[in-house]
C-alpha cells in the first residue's frame, strides 16, 4: 500500500449525523433510508458518539429494550474514536485494529468532514491485489518481495479477507482456505 496515501484521500465526506437526543426508531429509519451502518452522534454539531447497526442489536435488541423509548445518548458508544483527514491509511487500519473498531470518524479541527470505513480501505486493496496478480505474472515488473514458503501478503480476490499467504492460483491470489 502507498504509504503516502491519506484518510483524505478515500473517506466518505458524506456522513448521515444524528442528534444524541434522537429516538431509535428515527435512527433505524435513517440506516434504512440510506443503506449504512452506522450514524456519528452529534451534540451541538460537534461528533460525540457512534452508533452502529451491532450496537442496536446488542445493546437494544438482545436486552429487550423498547427501542421507542431509547435515545442515542442511551445506546451510543463513547468517547469517539476519531483519526485526521491528513494520517496515512495505515495509520487508520492501526487504529481499527488497536480500537477494534470498523468505522472511524474524520475529525479537523472538532468539525466532522468524514467517515473511513473497512469498505473504504477494502477498496484500495482491491486495487494493489491487481497490481500484485500483475508483478506475479511477471508482466515486466519486479516480482514481489515472497515470505520463505512463497506466500505474498494480501486481500484474497475469493474471500475478500487479509492474508499472508497468498497464492497464484489460476491468475488469482487465494488464501490458504480459498484453494482448498
Known amino acids: 500500500m502507498n504509504p503516502d496515501l491519506r484518510v483524505k484521500d478515500i473517506m466518505t465526506r458524506e456522513v448521515v449525523v444524528a442528534d444524541v437526543g434522537t ?8 440506516l434504512i433510508e440510506h443503506d449504512i451502518g452506522s450514524v456519528v452522534v452529534v451534540e451541538d454539531d460537534k461528533p460525540v458518539g457512534i452508533v452502529t447497526d451491532r450496537d442496536l442489536a446488542r445493546k437494544v435488541v438482545a436486552n429487550n429494550k ?6 442515542l445518548r442511551e445506546v451510543m458508544t463513547a468517547p469517539l474514536i476519531t483519526i485526521h483527514p491528513d494520517a496515512t491509511v495505515l495509520e487508520a487500519i492501526d487504529n481499527m485494529l488497536k480500537e477494534k473498531v470498523r ?3 474524520v475529525v479537523e479541527d ?4 468524514g467517515i473511513i470505513t473497512e469498505r473504504d480501505v477494502l ?4 486495487e494493489i491485489n491487481e497490481i500484485m496478480r500483475l508483478l506475479v505474472e511477471g508482466r515486466g515488473c519486479p516480482e514481489p518481495e515472497r515470505s520463505d514458503e512463497g506466500f505474498v501478503q494480501g486481500i484474497c480476490e475469493a474471500c475478500g479477507q487479509f ?3 497468498l497464492q497464484l492460483v489460476n491468475g488469482r491470489l487465494l488464501c490458504e482456505s480459498c484453494r482448498e
Open 23 to 30: 429516538r431509535l426508531p428515527e435512527v433505524g429509519r435513517l
Open 66 to 71: 423498547k427501542p421507542d423509548e431509547l435515545t
Open 103 to 105: 468505522k472511524l470518524p
Open 110 to 113: 472538532g468539525r466532522l468532514v
Open 123 to 126: 477498496s484500495v486493496s482491491a
Open 163 to 165: 492474508s499472508e499467504n
